[in-house]
C-alpha cells in the first residue's frame, strides 16, 4: 500500500502527529510532503493549465513530484492545522494549482478507486471548516471515498494534550484506519461522483474547452467508457 501526506505546514505540531499516528496503523510506504518547504509558489491565474496544458504551468516543474505522489497512491492524506477556520495558505496554494484536474476539466482516471483521508487540529474551533477546504479537492478530483477527521486538542502543541485526549484522538485514527485498510483496492466511487462526473460528459460532449474535450474523447468518457470501471 502506498500513502502520499501533504502536510500544510513545515512545523511538527499537532496535526502532523495525527497524520504521523495514522499512517502507523495503516501501515504501508509513506511518501510525505510538507508545505511551503516542498512546494511554495501561488497560483498566478494565467490558466494555461486549462486551456493547455498543464506542463506550461510556471511551476510544473517543481508540482511534478508531488503529482506523481499521488497519482501512485492508494491513500492520499491531506493534513492541515486550522488557521482563522479554514485550511492553511500553503495548503490552499498548492490545491490551487490542480483546479485543471477537477472532474470538469481534465481528472486522473486512478483517482476515483482511491481513498482519500482529511485531518485537521484545531486549539479550539474549526476543523469542520478546514476539513471541507481539503474535501473539496478531492471530490472534484474525483477520490472514491474521502473520510474527514478533525480533533479541537485544546492545546498549542501535541505535547500539551492531555493523556485523555489524546488517548482518545489516538483511538478515533486506528479505527479510522481499519476503516481504511479495509476498503484498499476496493474502492467504487459514491452517487454524487458520478453524477457530477455525467454532468461534466455532457459538458465536454459539447466540446467547450479544446484540451479538455481531446482528453475526454481519447479516454473514451464522452461514449461509454468510465474511469471507474
Not at 516542498?38 to 513530484?65: I, K, M, N, W, Y
Not at 503529482?67 to 482563522?84: F, G, H, K, M, N
Request: glycine share 8%; with cysteine.
Amino acid at each position: 500500500m502506498k500513502i502520499t501526506v501533504l502536510h500544510g505546514q513545515s512545523h511538527k505540531g499537532s496535526t502532523y502527529h495525527m497524520a504521523q499516528f495514522f499512517c502507523r496503523q495503516l501501515g504501508g510506504q509513506v511518501t510525505e510532503f510538507f508545505l511551503p518547504r516542498d512546494f511554495g509558489a501561488f497560483c498566478v491565474g494565467c490558466t494555461r493549465c486549462f486551456t493547455q496544458s498543464e506542463d506550461l504551468c510556471p511551476h510544473a516543474a517543481a508540482l511534478r513530484p508531488i503529482t506523481q505522489a499521488l497519482d501512485e497512491a492508494d491513500v492520499i492524506v491531506l493534513a492541515s492545522p486550522v488557521y482563522v477556520y479554514h485550511a492553511t495558505g500553503p495548503m490552499k496554494a498548492l490545491l490551487d494549482h490542480y483546479g485543471w484536474r477537477w472532474m470538469i476539466h481534465r481528472p486522473q482516471e486512478s483517482m476515483f478507486t482511491k481513498q482519500a483521508v482529511c485531518l485537521s487540529s484545531a486549539a479550539g474551533a474549526g476543523t469542520r471548516r478546514t476539513n471541507q477546504d481539503l474535501a473539496d479537492s478531492t471530490f472534484f478530483w474525483g477520490v472514491g471515498k474521502t473520510y474527514c477527521y478533525g480533533a479541537n486538542v485544546r492545546a498549542t502543541s501535541w505535547g500539551e494534550i492531555t493523556p485523555r485526549r489524546k488517548q482518545r484522538i489516538q483511538k478515533d485514527l486506528t479505527a479510522l484506519a481499519r476503516q481504511v485498510e479495509r476498503k484498499v483496492g476496493k474502492v467504487r466511487p459514491g452517487w454524487k461522483t458520478r453524477a457530477f462526473f455525467s454532468l461534466a460528459r455532457q459538458l465536454q460532449r459539447r466540446g467547450w474547452n479544446e484540451a479538455d474535450r481531446a482528453y475526454w474523447q481519447e479516454k473514451g468518457w464522452t461514449e461509454r467508457a468510465r474511469p471507474w470501471w
